[in-house]
T-cell receptor, first 110, second 115 residues
Framework: GQSLEQPSEVTAVEGAIVQINCTYQ??????LSWYQQHDGGAPTFLSYNALDGLEETGRFSSFLSRSDSYGYLLLQELQMKDSASYFCAAPGTDTGKLIFGQGTTLQVKP | DTGVSQNPRHKITKRGQNVTFRCDPISEHNRLYWYRQTLGQGPEFLTYFQNEAQLEKSRLLSDRFSAERPKGSFSTLEIQRTEQGDSAMYLCASSDSGTFQNEQYFGPGTRLTVT
């Protein structure tokens, strides 16, 4: 089976840095993705790590350690609009179907 | 707008009725996925199409659920004899098998409420 674990809630203030962790157990591993979902909205792709290391995209970075079955999403210079749910997701097979974590709700406070 | 579209956006039905949802993926995407999401949870995979072929179905997809993608373009998801437990957001996503970044483009979803 496959499962991804992430904290349910994180709170931070505007301008701060926050890290959302994700640990996974998968029978086959094809990389780790991160998606953002605002209330009432569709999940939108943020990043993907196929190999170990850090991927940076603007204010967002994502890290993967396959030996530790662990990854994280790093959000810098937090803005109010970053308040949303963040999901780590792993492809379950080579078809690309995604297995999602339960999501981390990020609340950014002024 | 060239994104993924879904219709209807909301559906309220009585238990026991049949419902059908439609998804129009991004036109050049050959992969299409259906997911179900309940409040406070991540999306759960239901089924996957590559072009018109349904290649994978989740065990979550009971016999009351059926999906089609007749011409490899739009897809429909039908739920027969709806139950209250079917109340959820049904999300459609598409991707291009030529990319390996696992970037799926999601539609806005159809929110189903079974009363």
């Amino acid at each position: 089976g496959q499962s991804l674990e992430q904290p349910s809630e994180v709170t931070a203030v505007e301008g701060a840095i926050v890290q959302i962790n994700c640990t996974y157990q998968t029978s086959g591993f094809y990389g780790l993705s991160w998606y953002q979902q605002h209330d009432g909205g569709a999940p939108t792709f943020l990043s993907y790590n196929a190999l170990d290391g850090l991927e940076e995209t603007g204010r967002f970075s994502s890290f993967l350690s396959r030996s530790d079955s662990y990854g994280y999403l790093l959000l810098q210079e937090l803005q109010m609009k970053d308040s949303a749910s963040y999901f780590c997701a792993a492809p379950g097979t080579d078809t690309g179907k995604l297995i999602f974590g339960q999501g981390t709700t990020l609340q950014v406070k002024p | 707008d060239t994104g993924v579209s879904q219709n209807p956006r909301h559906k309220i039905t009585k238990r026991g009725q049949n419902v059908t949802f439609r998804c129009d993926p991004i036109s050049e995407h050959n992969r299409l996925y259906w997911y179900r999401q309940t409040l406070g949870q991540g999306p759960e995979f239901l089924t996957y199409f590559q072009n018109e072929a349904q290649l994978e179905k989740s065990r979550l997809l009971s016999d009351r659920f059926s999906a089609e993608r007749p011409k490899g373009s739009f897809s429909t998801l039908e739920i027969q004899r709806t139950e209250q437990g079917d109340s959820a957001m049904y999300l459609c996503a598409s991707s291009d098998s030529g990319t390996f970044q696992n970037e799926q483009y999601f539609g806005p979803g159809t929110r189903l409420t079974v009363t």
